[in-house]
């Protein structure tokens, strides 16, 4: 048998094997939103804990989010009034008021954790 012959002969099993080949799935991962970026809803629901620490200087929006009693509108306070350099800044520049500020300061930081 020729060698033409023999190439011939695997040319329709190869096409065969090659279109029943699973195609790998493409990725749906979602473009991250910026920090800065005003938020008109809610991001997906994080469950609110009294027990979470957050960097008001780099925390996300959703991440300030899950601090309870902090919404989307405190949320995006807080942001806005970045960078602080203590946290009584967070009531000076209209973040917080002193009582939320009260409620919350347990809950937030200045440094990296």
Same mark, same amino acid.
């Given at each position: 048998m020729s060698l %033409?012959?023999?190439?011939?002969?695997?040319?329709?099993?190869?096409? #065969?094997l090659? &279109?029943?080949?699973?195609?790998?799935?493409? &990725?749906? #991962? $979602?473009?991250p939103v910026p920090a800065t970026a005003p938020l008109t809803?809610?991001?997906?629901?994080? $469950?609110?804990?009294?027990?979470?620490?957050?960097?008001?200087?780099?925390?996300?929006?959703?991440?300030?989010? %899950?601090v309870k009693g902090i919404g989307a509108a405190t949320a995006n306070? #807080?942001?806005a009034g970045r960078p602080y350099k203590s946290l009584d800044e967070l009531t000076s520049k209209n973040a917080l008021s002193a009582k939320q500020f009260e409620k919350f300061k347990a809950q937030l930081s #200045?440094?990296?954790?």
């Open positions: %033409q012959k023999v190439l011939a002969s695997l040319t329709l099993p190869l096409v #065969i090659l &279109s029943c080949a699973p195609v790998p799935a493409q &990725s749906t #991962i $979602p473009a809803k809610s991001p997906k629901k994080l $469950p609110k804990s009294t027990t979470v620490v957050v960097n008001v200087n780099t925390a996300t929006l959703a991440e300030l989010q %899950q306070k #807080i942001v #200045i440094r990296a954790l």
